[in-house]
Antibody
């Protein structure tokens, strides 16, 4: 069965860096676009970043552009999110999510989430 | 960016009742809209994709309709496990955006 398992969350001070990982299994990882979506405590969902199935294109929300980098290693079935210059407002649960294959639109599988807390 | 406005913010209903949730887009998203259910402490779960297609394993009591700017998620008869927060999500224009959510609570 499809599984997405995030790791790497934790507590960091403002300005520091953190890298999240999302280990995928149960499907052909290299065929699917992947996303990061975050959710601040008690609030709604915010899309963060997308990487195409082959890593050839990436997109970022304006709120993280220039600070976060999405990448993937298809040989390891793993998605990454490197987060630099973290801010208090980046505090959230970060989910990785699998994209449906075009022409369908939606995120059909989600990880359990990794909590990132940015606090001094 | 496209703004998705969900209404109502909270819906208080009893099991067995019909729930009608609305999502309005600030500009047309064609049919590129999805609906998710989220329960406390859990990840979102895809219910509906492309506005009206049920995702794998989703019960028939969930249905989606609409296109352009106005969309509806209907739960025909609420089961106890359906009380949760529901989000709409558009992929028509970058960046992806989510609505603010509708909480369906037990009356």
């Amino acid at each position: 069965q499809v599984q997405l398992v995030e790791s790497g969350g934790g507590v960091v001070q403002p300005g520091m860096s953190l890298t999240l990982s999302c280990a995928a299994s149960g499907f052909t990882f290299s065929r699917f676009g992947m996303h990061w979506v975050r959710q601040p405590p008690g609030k709604g969902l915010e899309w963060v970043s997308l990487i195409w199935f082959d890593g050839s294109d990436k997109n970022y929300a304006d709120s993280v552009k220039g600070r976060f980098t999405i990448s993937r290693d298809n040989s390891k079935n793993t998605l990454y999110l490197q987060m630099n210059s973290l801010r208090v407002e980046d505090t959230a649960v970060y989910y990785c999510a699998r994209d449906l294959i075009a022409p369908n639109y939606g995120f059909d599988y989600w990880g359990q989430g990794a909590l990132v807390t940015v606090s001094s | 960016e496209i703004v998705l406005t969900q209404s109502p913010a909270t819906l208080s209903l009893s099991p067995g009742e019909r729930a009608t949730l609305s999502c309005r887009a600030s500009q047309s998203v064609s049919s590129q809209l999805a609906w998710y259910q989220q329960k406390p402490g859990q990840a979102p779960r895809l219910l509906i994709y492309d506005a009206s297609n049920r995702a794998t394993g989703i019960p028939a009591r969930f249905s989606g309709s609409g296109s352009g700017t106005d969309f509806t998620l209907t739960i025909s008869s609420l089961e106890p496990e359906d009380f949760a927060v529901y989000y709409c999500h558009q992929r028509s224009n970058w960046p992806d955006t989510f609505g603010g959510g509708t909480k369906v609570e037990i009356k």
